[in-house]
């Protein structure tokens, strides 16, 4: 655990420094309050110094979003300068949004927030999180300090666990956890529910359980039985807790592996994250597949791991074809060299907002985005 270090009072003083993101501690830190600038706050976060909030809570919330205002102006300042050059390719845009995003959560996170060791926040309007906290963290320890912005998301993530996600296959919420990917494209949820299953439902294998959806979804199907994977603490705990409040703890089993369970099963499903890339922080591995590990794990693993007459079920976004970050013709001879052919294929175009967005920065890849059901088997 390392530790931020700030002087207050004439002393030199530390805490606890505590970030998902996976963010370093700030070398430098100063004290900021109700009376600081929100230019002067804007200047001392792009140098990398942390403003350890002393003021009002509330008013710190205005300052993270005054800071965000003159981000995004600097941005669009940014990309008017450059209008008169060649246009960028997607994957130029890809990379230089990424850089961006990357850029500003950096920016955003020098607003630091103090904790007690109980999990309250010693500043004023301050607001209950001792629950939010309990779930993302576990029991308290001792005093420390976190960016305003994680708190944030913090809570987003408490009110999500809260009430739910409502998921039209089940009929029925999943509860996601702080970390957890929550199931809002729902869109590969139905490709699950629709697909036809195949002679054989006897057994299933859910590769990256998550928060469990699909293998509740498989379950209410009539698969006998699902045995769920995962590497992530929180994952399997998320899944459990959801399996549980949907009844269905007598078929689906949970099991902390790497990729695959022993055995072999009728359906293999697996949802990798859709877009090779590393990781900037936690949450981002449901997101980005360093070297596309698991993708490429789970095409290379799974012929073993089928029953006679089995099917593998991929579940892919081509989001990263249009992005030029891999090619159809990759994909397609990763799934030839493990043994494997393709039965058919299901397509869905996702509904979420930023395929409609027309000012999002990726928007030309993500209206062409197609989401897919490829069921694999043996060759």
Same mark, same amino acid.
């Given at each position: ?17 505590? /970030? ?30 942390? +403003? ?31 209008? =008169? ?5 997607? =994957? ?9 995003? +990357? ?6 996170? &020098?607003? !630091? ?15 209950? !999180? ?31 666990? /809260? ?37 054989? =439902? ?14 509740? !979804? ?10 769920? =994977?995962? &590497? ?17 703890? $007598? ?28 990781? $900037? ?37 081509? +989001? ?32 979420? /907002? ?26």
């Amino acid at each position: 655990m390392t530790r931020i270090e700030w002087v207050e009072g004439g002393e030199t003083r530390s805490a606890l420094w505590r /970030s998902e993101s996976g963010w370093p501690a700030p070398k430098k830190a100063v004290i900021a309050d109700d009376t600081m600038a929100a230019d002067t706050a804007y200047r001392l976060a792009l140098d990398g110094t942390a +403003l350890l909030w002393r003021g009002d809570f509330q008013n710190a919330r205005q300052l993270v979003q005054a800071l965000a205002r003159r981000i995004d102006h600097k941005g669009s300042r940014a990309k008017r300068g450059k209008a =008169t050059k060649a246009a960028a390719t997607l =994957t130029e845009s890809f990379h230089r949004h990424r850089l961006a995003q +990357l850029q500003r959560a950096r920016t955003l996170a &020098m607003l !630091v927030i103090p904790f007690d060791a109980d999990y309250t926040i010693p500043l004023r309007r301050a607001p209950d !999180v001792r629950q939010a906290c309990n779930e993302a963290y576990g029991a308290a320890t001792e005093p420390f300090v976190i960016s305003l912005r994680e708190l944030l998301g913090l809570i987003g993530a408490h009110e999500w666990r /809260s009430k739910g996600v409502h998921i039209p296959a089940l009929d029925a919420r999943i509860h996601p956890w702080y970390g957890v990917f929550s199931p809002v494209r729902g869109e590969y949820v139905e490709l699950v529910a629709q697909a036809a299953l195949p002679f054989k =439902t006897g057994l299933a294998f859910d590769i990256g359980a998550g928060t469990g959806v699909l293998s509740a !979804v498989l379950a209410r199907r009539g698969l006998q039985r699902v045995v769920a =994977t995962d &590497m992530d603490e929180r994952a399997l705990g998320c899944a459990r807790e959801n399996i549980e409040r949907l009844g269905l703890a $007598s078929q689906v089993e949970l099991v902390k592996a790497d990729l695959f369970p022993e055995g072999q099963a009728d359906i293999v499903v697996c949802n990798p994250p859709w877009l090779p890339g590393k990781p $900037s922080s936690a949450i981002e591995y449901a997101i980005y597949d360093p070297d596309s590990r698991m993708l490429r794990g789970f095409l290379g693993g799974v012929k073993a791991h089928l029953a006679p007459g089995g099917e593998g079920w991929l579940i892919l976004s081509d +989001l990263a074809e249009h992005l030029g970050l891999r090619s159809r013709e990759q994909l397609t001879g990763w799934i030839a060299a493990a043994g494997l052919v393709v039965a058919s294929r299901h397509d869905v175009r996702p509904t979420h /907002s930023k395929a409609l967005d027309a000012d999002d920065p990726l928007h030309a890849a993500r209206s062409r985005e197609v989401t897919s059901l490829w069921r694999l088997r043996a060759a």
